[in-house]
């Protein structure tokens, strides 16, 4: 994931060290000290078993501790991070029997899937229970952190840092004939709100024949998509590049007017922190039509640096988006402030000094 490479290497006072069960997209990802722990051969028997027969978050065994443990000391480590909040269930027999300390983030979607299972619960329980500290993107993960029994004082507030020289800002200004073009860049999955900005942009484009929608990325959801977009006759309109690379993103993100971030809570309790690729736009200067959902408030004041409805309600997101491309001047306000949001409280070089500190406190200790 973009985001944790982002803060691993960009890290200074503290030497990262990765321990991966496997490694892949080298070339996107260059980052050289990592230890690959691979699964046991039967990992896939045991998920099964674990999953889909008794219904149980599975854990590690002693022969994979001992791995970990060989590759943590190989390392001189002198602190774990483990990233998502159900990986650490995973690891709970090596949080136990490591000596030293260790701490866990949770990101969004590790918060709540699964909750409802009493297992899966009680497991979550437990690790908090282990661990010296617990990181949370955003405010609005907090509380459902607390809610699963985690003492409040061990949360920190580390937020996503965005390297603000990659994503300069440009102003935006009305285009020429009403060639509005909007973009959303993000898994293509229920929690993105993508059939949303599909319903929001059929109104919108009624109202501009000529504007043009991009969905960019992959996912579960493409087909289901591509068919309602031609249910809504506004296929033509619409584009799905699949996967882009940042080089890609940028230009997609410079050539656009207005960018869609619709999220809503999955069926399985799954919901977004910050997106990155929001605050990625909102670098730029691009106004953002959001959702009241997850974090997404904590980046995006309503009416101040883009436009939040409730989730699902793509009427009040078409009615807004038309709203607001007929006011030009609006847009240039709420993009410029959009910039400054994330520069204020999004900027990498900030965040990774905060996270550097809470490294250095815990070794410390």
């Known amino acids: 994931m973009l985001h944790i490479y982002r803060q691993i290497t960009s890290l200074r006072r503290v030497r990262p060290v990765v321990l991966a069960q496997k490694r892949e997209n080298e070339e996107r990802f260059p980052f050289q000290d990592i230890r690959v722990v691979k699964k046991p051969a039967w990992h ?15 854990q590690i065994i002693a022969d994979e501790v001992c791995d970990i443990e060989r590759a943590l000391t190989e390392s001189n480590a002198q602190l774990l991070h483990i990233y998502f909040g159900h990986v650490a269930v995973l690891l709970r027999p090596l949080i136990r029997h490591w000596p030293k300390r260790t701490i866990v983030s949770f990101h969004g979607a590790d918060v709540l899937v699964d909750m409802q299972k009493p297992a899966y619960r009680r497991a979550t329980e437990e690790m908090l229970s282990l661990v010296r500290r617990v990181l949370v993107r955003s405010e609005s993960l907090r509380q459902p952190v607390i809610d699963l029994g985690c003492a409040p004082e061990k949360i920190e507030i580390q937020r996503t840092g965005i390297p603000l020289a990659d994503f300069p800002l440009r102003e935006r200004h009305a285009p020429e004939n009403g060639q509005w073009r909007l973009l959303q860049a993000g898994r293509l999955i229920e929690k993105k709100g993508l059939e949303t900005a599909l319903r929001a942009f059929g109104k919108f484009q009624r109202e501009f024949p000529a504007s043009r929608l991009t969905i960019a990325g992959e996912g579960p959801q493409r087909e289901r998509l591509q068919s309602l977009a031609r249910d809504l006759e506004i296929a033509s309109a619409v584009d799905f590049p699949g996967f882009v690379s940042q080089e890609e993103l940028r230009q997609l993100l410079y050539s656009s007017h207005l960018f869609l971030h619709p999220s809503e809570t999955g069926r399985d309790g799954n919901q977004e922190g910050v997106p ?72 990498q070089t900030e965040q990774t000094r905060r996270l550097e500190e809470i490294y250095l406190q815990e070794i410390a200790r």
């Open 44 to 58: 896939f028997l045991r998920r099964i078993w674990f999953k889909q027969i008794i219904d149980r978050p599975w």
């Open 276 to 347: 990155n690729s929001m605050l990625e736009a909102m670098a730029t200067g691009l106004p953002v039509f959001a959702t009241r959902h997850g974090g997404i408030p904590e980046a995006v004041g309503h009416n101040i640096s883009g436009i939040l409805v409730e989730e699902r309600d793509y009427e009040s997101l078409g009615d807004a988006l038309i709203d607001c491309a007929k006011d030009s001047a609006r847009l240039l306000a709420m993009g410029r402030v959009a910039f400054e949001s994330v520069t204020r409280n999004f900027n």
